[in-house]
Nanobody, 125 residues
Framework: QVQLVESGGGSVLATDSLRLSCTFS????????LAWFRQAPGKEREFVAV????????LYADSVKDRFTIGRDNIQNTMYLQMNVLKPEETGVYLC??????????????????WGQGTQVTISS
């Protein structure tokens, strides 16, 4: 059984940086595609970034390109999201998600089998 636990959220000012982590418990971490989503109050969950099992493919939502970096450590069973130059509209709960193998529908919520509980990120102007 796969379990995901996010950490690293907090309250920061606009243009600040935060680094989120997602710890994966369970078998075959190295076979799982991992992603970050975020959900603002009253809004749908939206895709932020994804990384393939081997780490060779990293894709981002247009709104975060050049500011966010996704990565993974296949020895520590951890994924991270480095977020720079944060904006107030990016406030929300950030969740990590996992699925075995790659999918071309990597930005779709229903493509993922496992989800963490989320970590709150609040950005003030």
């Amino acid at each position: 059984q796969v379990q995901l636990v996010e950490s690293g959220g907090g309250s920061v000012l606009a243009t600040d940086s935060l680094r989120l982590s997602c710890t994966f418990s369970g078998p075959t971490f190295s076979l799982h595609t991992l992603a970050w989503f975020r959900q603002a109050p009253g809004k749908e969950r939206e895709f932020v970034a994804v990384i393939s099992a081997g780490g060779d493919r990293k894709l981002y939502a247009d709104s975060v390109k050049d500011r966010f970096t996704i990565g993974r450590d296949n020895i520590q069973n951890t994924m991270y999201l480095q977020m720079n130059v944060l904006k107030p509209e990016e406030t929300g709960v950030y969740l990590c998600a996992a699925r075995k193998w790659w999918t071309t529908r990597y930005s779709a919520v229903d493509e993922y089998d496992y989800w963490g509980q989320g970590t709150q990120v609040t950005i003030s102007s």
